[in-house]
């Protein structure tokens, strides 16, 4: 597996293409929910993933956190929460999706410094999260109807 971690501009239109494929993949046909994936939220995002054989295999994207922002723009600009979403994998009990959140933790404070990264989890994988170090933060709450929580993970700087 090749493991990357890109802005929008940065990714090539190939790989835009399977990223958008394995979202649809996930999203739309294992999970049926149907929603606009396209929602401008990739522009100022971090596209983290892993390639194997020309196939995008796992994902996710990183921005920063609009609860966050509004609270950093009366501080000092810095970026202090990053938000994760769209996080998938196509083949499941592989240990993919640990590879992916392992790489994606270590690398996205690299790219954009931050105190925190949150996410909206869908509940039956709050354990996988906290197996990575993210607390839940929320009550239960649907969204497009899948239950979800709130989960957080503090970011240590080192």
Known sequence: MEWSIKTFDELSA??????????????VKEQNITYVDEDDVDYRSLHVFGI??????????AYEDEAGAEENAAVDREIHVM??????????????????MKFAL???PKMVP????CMDAQKHA??????LG?????????EEGIVHVDMSKKITKG
């Open 106 to 108: 270590r690398e996205i």
């Open 14 to 27: 190939r790989e835009l293409y399977e990223i958008l494929k394995s979202r649809a993949e996930i999203f």
């Open 114 to 117: 931050c105190e925190k990264i």
């Open 83 to 100: 938000k994760i979403g769209r996080v998938l994998s196509l083949e499941h009990g592989k240990g993919i999706g640990t590879e992916l």
């Open 52 to 61: 194997e054989n020309g196939r995008v295999t796992a994902y996710l994207r």
């Open 134 to 142: 993210f607390v839940v933060t929320s009550d239960e709450y649907l």
């Open 126 to 131: 709050v354990h996988f999260y906290e197996r």
